[in-house]
């Protein structure tokens, strides 16, 4: 039989491609319960307190379905923190996420910080306990000191970009340079910061967003113009 003459691949059933579909959502499903289980057990014990048992145990399943999930409890904390930081599950980084976007293609200087405050106060919202747990655990745990240096990494590659756009709207205060730009920014909009004034000191999210947003523009740009 020549080539041409194969026959064609049989295509799945549409109640395979459903049964198919079903199982994907149940995994994912399954997935976000122990993602949400841990995110509770982690910030409320710690991460060296929390095992991948009790985590099975408030997720209401097996502790082999968390290992088959997930692989290891770092492997659990690291999903768990990058859904908080975006938001969603999709794989979408953050450089791509709108509130970048939108900061980026924005003309006007100062309406680029406050959606850039904005954007990483909904972060805070989100992640910044789980932002702890990975800190706190850092001095004496050299995984977490590594997943935290990671995410001082992508936080300084965000503000980098953001302070490059902003260097091209508006001249930096006083001749800075980019580099000082985005280190300041990063001290600024760091979860240290807002854990300090909001979770220690008990400001609002709605004060820290506006003394954020007024810091950075006084610290970046030259508001006497």
Do not use: C
Request: hydrophobic share 45%; glycine share 6%.
């Amino acid at each position: 039989m020549s080539e041409t003459s194969q026959p064609a691949p049989r295509r799945p059933s549409r109640a395979a491609t459903d049964r198919g579909d079903g199982r994907a959502a149940r995994a994912r499903a399954t997935r976000a319960r122990i993602l949400a289980a841990a995110t509770r057990l982690f910030t409320a014990s710690g991460y060296t307190a929390t095992s991948i048992g009790a985590i099975a145990a408030e997720a209401g399943v097996g502790e082999q379905t968390v290992y088959y999930s997930f692989g290891t409890k770092r492997a659990v904390l690291t999903r768990a923190l990058d859904v908080a930081v975006a938001g969603d599950d999709a794989p979408v980084p953050t450089l791509e996420r709108p509130w970048v976007r939108a900061a980026l293609d924005t003309p006007d200087p100062a309406e680029q910080v406050r959606l850039q405050v904005a954007g990483a106060g909904d972060i805070h919202l989100r992640a910044a306990p789980l932002l702890d747990v990975v800190r706190s655990a850092a001095a004496t745990d050299p995984d977490l000191a590594e997943v935290w240096n990671t995410n001082v990494e992508q936080r300084h590659t965000v503000q980098r970009v953001l302070a490059e756009a902003l260097a091209r709207k508006a001249p930096l205060r006083g001749g800075m340079g980019v580099d000082d730009a985005a280190d300041i920014a990063l001290a600024l909009l760091s979860p240290e910061t807002y854990h300090l004034l909001v979770r220690v000191r008990g400001w609002t999210h709605e004060r820290w967003r506006s003394w954020a947003a007024d810091a950075l523009l006084r610290q970046l740009l030259d508001t006497s113009r």
